[in-house]
């Protein structure tokens, strides 16, 4: 009964989402007709349309209903029933908890409507220019990613009428993607996620608290320390991929391994990569297991001071950063738009030939999405499951663990690709590694660690040498 | 042998002995994940067992939400639950309670308050006409129910105190108090008026009580499994609001 409502209710979601992409091509489309007509350049619409769509519609509204999915979610996963005591005071609403959307409302009219409070000790105007700092960065880097393929305006449905009672022609491209072909790419994405140090330093040193200070620190630190290894780890992809455009790694993806019978996803191509990649990408959302920053429930963080929206601005930052991190993942590793289908298939052609290339764009643009809240459910249930890591396991998995392993792979993926440039060794080495990793976790024994106090019973016989 | 149990534990504070499977982490954090996953999804998609027995729910598709919500659900109270007071009336609905005193006397935390009484047309018996418990100040302990001779105040309506807005609102005089079903018994007084013909000596026995049962306890029914809870709530909370 509930198995059924709820698949009913996600099969709408996703009928939802279908929905909303074709709107923004047609919102990005008809809004770059008005600007052919009026400056003869129709991609100033279609990025001022894009900007709006993508950013404040589709990233905005993701982050903001994450902060209820992780309450909801969390709740699921502890066996618990989460938040459902807010209402709407409406007449047949009142008594429904609508699985707790009132509360997400309920949330952000409280930290619109709290006290903005402000130390009298602290330094005015960095304080509140920290949670600018921090929020910013993190919402640009969504503008390179691809979220569905390019149209040719034509393509999308009553455009071609708009563009002839306008009297312009409508051949120009229409792709969901804030700033295309923008050649630099990854290094954007780079130059902005480290610029988001400078938000949470700021709000640390700006309180003039010694807590919140210590928390700055410790997330300066952090966040240093895996900036280096999120960068190596995707110089294996740059490598495969044979650019900086999160677009042309998308279309590389399409390619066929062992003859087209697996997709050349990131995944199966970097397994090594999409590890250190996704670890530091945590670690860079200051989010458990690598939320020393802010450890809320013992050593406060560096938002101790915030509080109603500057504290909100820092909040939904964090949600915001895993969408986009999980946009990125998504294209480089998850094959970006494009269908979790061997390319031997040829299921995107097929498609194409029955719904049109609009009703293909936006099956990939709901696939995309899809990926992207995926991924997203899955940082939600890593924080979830893992406990918090000390100080020193951080900084000791950053700069001992992750950075080597990083290097390694660049050497790897290297010397593979030199060996065989259709990609094939290199996917056996990623598969032989992934088998490894799954057949580890599925066919080891479940066996406790050996406790340290151990008392009673046989005596433990721990595995190494004895007697010197 | 002590020394190399010594040595054994010689590990760095927060260090396990770990095999080299787990020092790989990752198939252990991914064990976990699948621990979470479990959970997530047998219950998103299964059915949750509405039953208030909490530890044996078994919701289907392995749903295992614990949660009671709280004021539409409600965990029944164990057999004996000393709930909110309650003064036992009689058939004709005064209170059986003949004013002696005595649990206001034996209450430790002197919650109870009596003003007697006498009826007019019966020079023999008391009665309260005025009976108040601060809430507030009673321990709950159930002394002033064993103490009273008459059975005239119980404990039994598994209820607790409800909330109110103020002090004054938890000091519940004879109007709030006197509720429930009717109790009376052959040896009462007031049955064995003039015409009564319910011998004496039936007393005990209608009682009902243990003690003065004449099997042995060793044949007595235990009781049923699972059902350990006595058909309750007999009261609503509302039937303890102040009459508006």
Not at chain 1, 173 to 184: M, T, Y
Not at chain 1, 435 to 444: A, D, N, S
Not at chain 2, 21 to 27: C, M
Not at chain 2, 119 to 125: A, F, N, Q, R, T
Request: some cysteine; proline content about 7%.
């Amino acid at each position: 009964m509930r198995a059924a409502q709820i698949s009913a209710i996600i099969l709408g979601l996703i009928a939802v989402i279908a929905g909303a992409v074709g709107a923004f091509y047609w919102v990005g489309a008809a809004l770059g007709v008005v600007a052919q007509a009026l400056f003869g350049a129709a991609y100033i619409g279609v990025a001022v349309a894009n900007a709006h769509t993508l950013l404040l519609v589709l990233v905005m509204i993701l982050a903001s209903l994450l902060t209820l999915a992780e309450r909801k979610w969390s709740a699921l996963m502890q066996d618990r029933i989460g938040p459902n005591r807010a209402r709407f005071a409406l007449p047949g609403l009142s008594n429904r908890s609508l699985a707790g959307l009132p509360h997400f409302l309920a949330d952000g009219i409280k930290m619109l409507t709290k006290e903005d409070f402000v130390p009298d000790s602290a330094s005015k105007g960095l304080f509140t220019l920290a949670p600018m700092l921090a929020f910013a960065p993190i919402f640009l880097l969504f503008a390179v990613v691809p979220i569905a393929p390019v149209l040719t305006a034509s393509d999308i449905p009553g455009i071609a009428g708009l563009a002839a009672s306008m009297g312009v022609s409508a051949t120009f491209p229409v792709s969901l993607q804030v700033v295309p072909d923008l050649e630099i790419g990854l290094l954007y994405v780079f130059a902005f996620a480290s610029l988001a140090v400078y938000g949470t330093a700021i709000a640390g040193w700006a309180s003039n608290n010694r807590f919140a200070f210590m928390g700055g620190v410790r997330a300066a630190s952090q966040m240093i320390a895996y900036e280096v290894a999120l960068g190596l780890s995707l110089v294996g992809a740059m490598m495969i991929f044979g650019s900086l455009k999160l677009e042309d790694m998308t279309a590389g993806q399409t390619a066929g391994l062992f003859g087209g019978a697996l997709p050349a996803w990131g995944i199966f191509l970097q397994p090594i990569g999409f590890l250190v990649f996704f670890v530091a990408s945590l670690a860079e959302t200051k989010r458990a297991p690598f939320d020393a920053p802010e450890g809320e429930s013992e050593i406060i963080g560096y938002f101790v001071e915030y509080s109603g929206m500057r504290f909100g601005m820092f909040m939904i930052s964090e949600f915001v950063e895993i969408v986009v991190l999980s946009g990125i993942t998504v294209s480089i590793f998850f094959g970006g738009f494009h269908l979790p289908l061997p390319p031997a298939w040829g299921a995107e052609a097929w498609l194409a030939s029955h719904v049109g290339a609009f009703g293909l764009a936006v099956v990939l643009g709901m696939g995309f999405v899809l990926k992207v809240i995926l991924l997203c459910w899955v940082q939600l249930t890593i924080r979830w499951t893992m406990p918090r890591f000390r100080y020193d396991q951080i900084q000791t998995l950053g700069w001992k663990i992750l950075l080597p392993i990083g290097l390694a792979n660049v050497f790897v993926t290297g010397a593979l690709i030199l060996a065989d440039q259709s990609l094939d060794w290199l996917a056996v080495a990623g598969l032989a590694q992934l088998i490894f990793v799954i057949g580890l976790t599925v066919l080891y024994p479940s066996k406790k660690p050996i406790s340290i106090r151990h008392s009673g019973g046989a005596p433990a016989q721990p595995a190494m040498p004895q007697g010197h | 042998m002590a020394h190399d149990t010594h040595r054994e534990t010689e590990l760095r504070p927060g260090e396990a002995r770990l095999s080299w499977y787990q020092k790989l982490y990752v198939p252990e954090v991914l064990r976990g994940l699948a621990v979470t996953t479990r959970h997530f999804l047998g219950n998103l998609f299964g059915d949750r067992d509405q039953s208030t027995d909490v530890l044996y729910r078994k919701g289907s598709l392995g749903n295992q939400v614990a949660t009671i919500q709280y004021p539409e659900e409600r965990m029944p109270y164990p057999e004996g639950y000393r709930g909110l007071h309650r003064l036992v009336p009689r058939e004709d609905g005064k209170p059986r309670c003949v004013a002696c005193y005595m649990c206001a006397t034996v209450c430790p935390a002197q919650c109870i308050y009596i003003e007697a009484s006498e009826y007019s047309d019966d020079p023999i018996e008391k009665y309260p006409t005025s009976f108040v418990i601060d809430q507030l100040r009673c321990i709950v302990c159930g002394l002033c129910v064993e103490a009273c001779p008459k059975d005239a105040i119980r404990m039994d309506t598994y209820v607790h105190t409800p909330p109110e807005y103020s002090r004054e609102g938890f000091v519940y005089p004879i109007e709030r108090l006197l509720k429930g079903p009717a109790i009376s018994y052959p040896s009462d007084p007031w049955m064995k008026r003039e015409d009564s013909k319910q011998p004496t000596d039936q007393h005990f026995p209608l009682h009902g009580i243990a003690e003065h049962s004449t099997e042995p306890v060793a044949q007595k029914e235990p009781l049923p499994q699972g059902e350990n809870h006595p058909p309750q709530p007999v009261f609503a909370e509302s039937d303890f609001q102040k009459q508006k």
